[in-house]
């Protein structure tokens, strides 16, 4: 399986971003699917996750501000940002892993079966 993603940029704080990873190669209709971002500060940290069902799971640092979305017709998966932070830079990595009932919010690559190259969100001013 391959996962890309693209939407990142250079933004100032309290602006929008919208990520979005295109998946190809396997099921994404039965993987949970989640943002994984790596920060200068804090390193690994999981941000958000939906399942297969759509639930959907948020980092307690970006609920409110971020909205995570999938559309399974298109295979594609979806971060809406807003009122974007200073903390909020880093790469932010697509990471899939088949479905096994419960989302598994994890760091770390190892724990998924796909994972993407990752893309730069910088916040500045």
């Known amino acids: 399986g391959h996962v890309a993603e693209s939407g990142g940029g250079l933004v100032q704080p309290g602006s929008s971003l919208r990520l979005s990873c295109a998946a190809s190669?396997?099921?994404?209709?039965?993987?949970?699917m989640n943002w994984v971002r790596q920060t200068p500060g804090k390193g690994s940290e999981w941000v958000s996750g939906?399942?297969?069902?759509?639930?959907?799971y948020y980092t307690a640092s970006v609920k409110g501000r971020f909205t995570i979305s999938r559309d399974n017709a298109k295979n594609e998966l979806y971060l809406e940002m807003h009122n974007l932070k200073f903390d909020d830079t880093g790469v932010y990595h697509c990471?899939?892993?088949?479905?096994?009932?419960?989302?598994?919010?994890?760091?770390?690559?190892?724990?998924?079966?796909?994972w993407g190259q990752g893309t730069q969100v910088t916040v500045s001013s």
């Open positions: 990471a899939g892993r088949r479905s096994i009932g419960t989302l598994v919010a994890d760091t770390r690559q190892s724990m998924y079966h796909v």
């Open positions: 939906i399942d297969r069902r759509s639930e959907t």
């Open positions: 190669g396997f099921e994404f209709e039965k993987y949970d």
